[in-house]
């Protein structure tokens, strides 16, 4: 089974420039996750995709950052303008939505795209 | 409010020790489900372990062991005889019962290190 994909997987920008970054999560994966993983910390939820709706998106950014799945499959996070503090890795996971075993989903990640901001 | 805590930053030990990292988190809610995960230098999040609340049975996989205590709200994860590949940080993460595909809240995570 192919993996979640990630790009790029490497972004060097400058501060006030505009980034994006596209995942295309396992087939048949309903809900799709966007975590930002800045260095010597854990993952932190950014926004949480049910198909092409969103779950959750209360940790997200929202006068800068925008995120988007299209026809519930692929999905795109973009930054705009970008500010030295959002330096990190984001990684997208994916997850099979188990009926009667909520937050029992085991996520499965990308290799992620590590941003640095200039 | 969730929380996970993984008070070690760093550990070092040498090939073939055995190495505890430990794990506590706060949750009011009495289902949840407990992860853990390690992230090698390749940097994907690799699953290790799941554990929901009703199920305190200590589970051992080959060299990995699992120690869940719900009274003290801990979940330790136990590597026996540790090999350099084990050289990673590791997650422990949290995902409460609220909805289908609740994301999971992670730790700060503990970098292993294992020389030869």
């Known amino acids: 089974e192919a993996g979640v994909a990630q790009s790029p997987r490497y972004k060097i920008i400058e501060k006030r420039q505009s980034v994006a970054f596209w995942c295309n999560p396992i087939?048949?994966?309903?809900?799709l996750y966007w975590y930002q993983q800045i260095l010597g910390q854990g993952p932190k939820l950014l926004i949480q995709?049910?198909?092409?709706?969103?779950?959750?998106d209360s940790q997200l950014p929202k006068d800068r950052f925008s995120a988007e799945r299209l026809k519930g499959v692929d999905s795109t996070l973009k930054i705009q303008p970008a500010k030295l503090e959002d330096s990190a890795v984001y990684l997208c996971?994916?997850?099979?939505?188990?009926?009667?075993?909520?937050?029992?989903?085991?996520?499965?990640f990308g290799a992620g795209s590590r941003l640095t901001v200039l | 409010a969730q929380k996970v805590t993984q008070a070690q930053t760093e550990i070092s030990v040498v090939e073939k020790e055995d190495v505890t990292l430990d794990c506590v988190y706060e949750?009011?809610?009495?289902?949840?489900?407990l992860f853990w995960y390690k992230q090698p230098p390749s940097g994907e999040l690799v699953f290790l372990i799941r554990?929901?609340?009703?199920?305190?049975q200590n589970e051992i996989s080959g060299r990995y062991s699992w120690n869940f205590q719900k009274s003290t709200s801990s979940f330790n994860f136990t590597i026996t005889a540790s090999q350099v590949v084990d050289s990673a940080v590791y997650f422990c993460?949290?995902?409460?019962?609220?909805?289908?595909?609740?994301?999971?809240?992670f730790g700060k995570g503990t970098t292993l290190s294992v020389s030869s």
């Open positions: 554990r929901n609340s009703f199920d305190e």
């Open positions: 995709f049910q198909n092409n709706g969103v779950v959750d």
């Open positions: 949750t009011r809610d009495t289902t949840y489900y």
């Open positions: 087939s048949g994966h309903a809900t």
């Open positions: 996971a994916s997850s099979f939505v188990r009926r009667g075993r909520s937050g029992a989903n085991v996520l499965t």
């Open positions: 993460a949290l995902s409460e019962a609220r909805q289908a595909g609740t994301a999971l809240i």
